[in-house]
């Protein structure tokens, strides 16, 4: 269509891209291991128990075995426990923790709770107590 003033054609609007959707990053994956590798062997869970993992569970059992019967303890409490510095470094810790409660929970140990109600250890998100079972 010619411009009413020049009688050169009108260009049509540029079209404007639309930005593109804003992703986060997602980490780079983990190098497997020839031990990831073992038959039954499951993408975040622990085939073989560490120093660590032992350490975890006798804290989480410690705890609670000096509180009252019906007492819970809250995992930072476990991972501060364990954790020898005055730095954040317990917070590493926080996973392994949580990992150490699911093991006891499946061993009949303890029981892990959100809110006061008995929740499943291995779909669980968010804050959780871990208490003995009843």
């Not at 003033?5 to 260009?11: E, N, Q």
């Not at 993992?53 to 019906?70: H, K, N, S, V």
């Not at 007492?71 to 949580?98: F, I, K, N, Q």
Request: glycine share 8%; hydrophobic share 30%.
């Amino acid at each position: 269509m010619p411009s009413p003033t020049s009688g050169r054609p009108i260009a049509a609007p540029a079209a404007r891209a639309s930005p593109p959707a804003f992703r986060h990053p997602r980490p780079p994956r983990p190098e497997r291991s020839a031990q990831d590798e073992r038959p039954g062997a499951r993408e975040g869970a622990h085939p073989v128990r560490s120093d660590e993992d032992e350490q975890l569970e006798r804290a989480i059992l410690d705890l609670l075995g000096r509180r009252r019967p019906d007492a819970s303890v809250c995992p930072s409490e476990v991972a501060r426990s364990v954790h020898h510095g005055s730095d954040d470094g317990w917070r590493r810790l926080m996973e392994p923790t949580r990992a150490a409660a699911q093991r006891l929970s499946q061993a009949g140990l303890v029981e892990i709770t959100q809110g006061g109600e008995l929740v499943d250890p291995a779909t669980v998100r968010g804050p959780i107590r871990i208490r003995r079972t009843r």
